[in-house]
């Protein structure tokens, strides 16, 4: 049944690598716009705080499929082409800014409100108080959430394969073709993606251990 490993492992090596800095790079992208999504959606200016919250609305009510095929097919159109990589990153990150920002708000929320009028009461102006004081314990609040969201991006990370990126699951889709056996590419596939998120789900848990002493 894995016969085909001897011949083809490095594939599932690269592909491994490939799908792990598309999500790593998606995260980092998508934590820095949900930041400031983020901020834009508890801030106080009306106008910015509507164009955030209908962001987020339209990116988690819409599949991340369709908004990955809109970047790699549709955005040529209006004339922005853009390589199958940086389209998978930019489909990944934009919607995982949605879901970061959401996380972030929850964390900020979750801090005393007598912070901010702490901050104020010292001279800082709202941002510098946000900056300083709220966001920073807002992301330590957070992060043990960020670390399921970096879980959840390396699973959805899965159909950047559409769009001809060499992840693990074009790799398994590439050795199907080769091999004319399907259960298992697939199985070896399903397995990698296991491993990789039991061994982020633990450093997880390690992490959110480590923030309840």
């Known amino acids: 049944m894995f016969n085909f490993l001897s011949e083809y492992y490095k594939m599932y090596i690269d592909a491994t690598i490939t799908t792990l800095e598309v999500s790593l790079l998606a995260l980092l992208i998508g934590i820095l716009l949900g930041v400031l999504i983020c901020i834009a959606k508890i801030g106080t200016i009306k106008l910015v705080n509507y164009i955030?919250?209908?962001?987020?609305?339209v990116i988690r009510n819409t599949p991340i499929l369709v908004q990955i095929m809109i970047i790699y097919f549709a955005l040529p159109e209006i004339g922005i082409a853009l390589s199958p990589f940086?389209?998978?990153?930019t489909a990944l990150a934009?919607?995982?800014?949605?879901?970061?920002?959401?996380?972030?708000?929850?964390?900020?929320?979750?801090?005393?409100k007598g912070q901010m009028e702490a901050g104020r009461?010292?001279?800082?102006?709202?941002?510098?108080?946000m900056k300083l004081i709220i966001i920073p314990q807002g992301f330590k609040n957070s992060l043990p959430a960020l670390g399921n969201e970096f879980i959840s991006l390396v699973k959805e990370s899965s159909i950047v394969y559409f769009v001809g990126v060499g992840d693990i699951m074009f790799a398994a889709n590439s050795i199907k073709n080769a091999t004319y056996e399907t259960f298992g590419?697939?199985?070896?596939?399903?397995?990698?993606?296991?491993?990789?998120?039991?061994?982020?789900?633990?450093?997880?848990?390690k992490l959110e251990r480590k923030f309840e002493k």
């Open 86 to 89: 940086v389209s998978a990153v």
């Open 94 to 112: 934009l919607n995982s800014a949605a879901y970061v920002s959401e996380i972030l708000r929850a964390g900020i929320n979750a801090i005393d």
């Open 52 to 57: 955030a919250v209908v962001y987020v609305e």
């Open 121 to 129: 009461s010292l001279g800082l102006s709202y941002y510098q108080t």
């Open 185 to 205: 590419p697939y199985l070896i596939a399903a397995l990698i993606y296991f491993v990789i998120t039991s061994i982020l789900s633990q450093l997880v848990k």
